[in-house]
Each structure stands twice: as structure tokens, then as C-alpha cells.
């Protein structure tokens, strides 16, 4: 079946340094990719929706300069979090799927990020 | 996308079947109903989808009802295994935003 690589499952790092966590689709092209958030017992909250070759679309009250986007290719988008503070620690989800009415998503494992 | 409601916890015993109930009252006709769940520290993971009719797969049952404003998830034979957090959504498009909402924690009691 489709699968979503998420890249690194875990980082630990120092507070203004810049984090970046790779999502790849890796036997299909996804056109559209999404990242999540998720803080301990709670439930996953859209962050963005990264389109391919256009700028991505962010929720209300997610910063865009903060929380880097990149859909260079049919299969692989990158988040960034720059300047990473520890309020910015969290697990971190993407997810991608085939294009089409009914098609299901798949959510990569997740990266959990620690900053220090 | 329409908005969801599910119980926040049930309990259920091992080897019994796990009825988890999902409320869509506002869903749309060309909306899906999707199940994943998850498993404290991972993605995710797909279990079933329908529209209108009722589904089942190697995990589990979807039974819609005909109205479509209600669903329910069936895990036939739950194993301890099936202790996570199930969460319902209906979305119609794989363009469409997938918003969660708070799921529903299964904890399968031996």
C-alpha cells in the first residue's frame, strides 16, 4: 500500500536554531501534502496545506514565517521551524494522498521535536 | 468539511466487540466518512472509509446509517492492541483540508 516517510522521528535542539523535517510519498505523486501538530494529549491540529510547485496554505493563527513550507516536488515537502523556541516543541505529523474524490490520506510516524 | 462528534472515552472488553459511535449531522452528499486512529506517539493509521453504504475490511466494519448522519466503527474482536484514540472524519476530496476532532480514547480491558 501507499506510504508516507517522515524524516527524522525525533530531534533535540537548541533554542534559535532552525529544524527541518522531511515528508516524502513514496510510491505515489500527492499534488497536495498536510501538516499537523499535536501537544501532548491533544488532539492533531492542522497547521498547513502544502501545495506542489505554489505557495502553501496556512490556518489561522499559524505563523508563516515561523513554520517553513516547501512542495518542491510531486514527492517530498519540508517544514522549517525557524528560530525553534521550547514552546515550539511538539510532534509534528505529516500526511499525503493519491488525488481524487474518496481517496484516503496517509499520516507519516511523526517527528517529535525537543527544543532545548 | 462537516463537523464530527464522538464520545471522548469507552471502555470495552477483550475478545468482545467494539461498537465506537460517530455523530455528522451536518455531513455533506459527497462527503466520506473516515476512521483512523491512533496509538500514543505515532501517525495516524487508516482503518476504514465509506459514503453510504457499509464497508468491511480486514480491521473493521462501517456501518452508515441511511440517513448518513450518524456512523458507527466496529472492531469485531478487540484485542488489547486496539487500546488508542479513534477519530471519525468526513471530508469529501483528497484536496479537501482533513481537520481531526477530539476522537474517541478505546481502552481494551483484559
Known amino acids: 500500500g501507499a506510504v508516507v516517510s517522515q524524516h527524522p522521528s525525533w530531534v533535540i535542539c537548541k533554542s534559535g536554531t532552525s529544524v527541518k523535517i522531511e515528508c516524502r510519498s513514496l510510491d505515489f505523486q500527492a499534488t497536495t501534502m498536510f501538516w499537523y501538530r499535536q501537544f501532548p494529549k491533544q488532539s492533531l491540529m492542522l497547521m498547513a496545506t502544502s501545495n506542489e510547485g505554489s505557495k502553501a496554505t496556512y490556518e489561522q493563527g499559524v505563523e508563516k514565517d515561523k513554520f517553513l513550507i516547501n512542495h518542491a516536488s510531486l514527492t517530498l515537502s519540508t517544514l522549517t521551524v525557524t ?5 515550539d516543541s511538539s510532534f509534528y505529523i505529516c500526511s499525503a494522498g493519491r488525488t481524487g474524490e474518496g481517496e484516503k ?8 521535536l525537543s527544543v532545548l | 468539511d462537516a463537523k464530527t462528534t464522538q464520545p471522548p472515552s469507552m471502555d470495552c472488553a477483550e475478545g468482545r466487540a ?21 496509538i500514543h506517539s505515532q501517525g495516524p493509521q487508516y482503518i476504514i472509509h465509506g459514503l453510504k453504504n457499509n464497508e468491511t475490511n480486514e480491521m473493521a466494519s462501517l456501518i452508515i446509517t441511511e440517513d448518513r448522519k450518524s456512523s458507527t ?29 477530539t476522537g474517541t480514547s478505546l481502552t481494551v480491558i483484559p
Not at chain 1, 105 to 112: A, E, H, N, R, W
Not at chain 2, 79 to 96: E, P
Open chain 2, 73 to 101: 466503527l466496529i472492531l469485531p474482536h478487540a484485542t488489547l492492541r486496539d487500546t488508542a484514540v479513534y477519530y471519525c472524519i468526513a471530508r469529501a476530496n483528497t484536496g479537501n483540508q482533513f481537520y481531526f476532532g
Open chain 1, 83 to 87: 528560530s525553534a523556541h521550547p514552546e
Open chain 2, 18 to 38: 467494539a461498537n465506537l459511535p460517530c455523530n455528522h449531522s451536518t455531513i455533506s452528499g459527497n462527503e466520506y466518512v473516515y476512521w483512523y486512529r491512533q
Open chain 1, 105 to 112: 490520506l496517509f499520516f507519516g510516524s511523526g517527528t517529535q
